[in-house]
């Protein structure tokens, strides 16, 4: 931005309101790129979450949070709960290519994350995989390279799920056009 003025005080009154304008439209434009850049976000998340779901429970999870102004900083949250944990970095060393303790996602180690196969009692790591009732509770224990069963009901039999890492694609889909947005909204 450039102010022209002359060194009277009807144009440095005139260069102080340009330059204060300019500051009240930062927190508008602040706003829409952060508004924009995590609607694609979500956008994103939703898309190739679909194509994942199972019971469609965690897809109704998937939203966005705008968070509580700091000064003139904006901030919004795309969080998603439910079984999405499982969705982003994977269970199951079958259904992962992947050998017990692997990471698979790019972040997984950073986040602290278990290694494919060896959260809770280790399933994952199982070749054969493993059963769960429709409830998600389970219902095998594999001990010792064999499965003690403890109820014949109506289960689910599973190698796992891949990690789709769909929030993380997601996450790159706002880098992606964060610049290009902010451009046109400081361009106006």
């Not at 022209?4 to 602040?30: F, G, H, M, P, T």
Request: hydrophobic share 35%; net charge negative; with cysteine.
């Amino acid at each position: 931005m450039t102010i022209d003025c002359i060194l009277n005080l009807d144009s440095l009154d005139n260069a102080i309101k340009i330059v204060e304008q300019y500051r009240d439209s930062l927190d508008y434009k602040s706003e829409r790129i952060v508004d924009e850049v995590s609607q694609i976000v979500e956008n994103n998340a939703r898309t190739e979450l679909t194509q994942h779901i199972w019971s469609g429970e965690t897809l109704l999870t998937l939203h966005t949070e705008k968070m509580a102004n700091q000064g003139h900083s904006r901030n919004a949250k795309v969080s998603v709960g439910g079984a999405a944990v499982w969705l982003e970095f994977g269970t199951g060393v079958v259904a992962n290519n992947c050998s017990p303790g692997e990471f698979v996602h790019p972040k997984a180690k950073e986040l602290g994350m278990d290694g494919i196969g060896e959260y809770g009692h280790g399933w994952g790591s199982n070749p054969n995989g493993w059963y769960f009732y429709d409830n998600g509770h389970y219902d095998a224990e594999w001990v010792g390279g064999t499965y003690n069963v403890y109820n014949t009901g109506p289960s689910i039999h599973t190698y796992g799920i891949p990690a789709t890492l769909f929030m993380y694609h997601s996450a790159w889909a706002g880098r992606r056009v964060l610049e290009r947005i902010a451009r046109e909204v400081y361009s106006d």
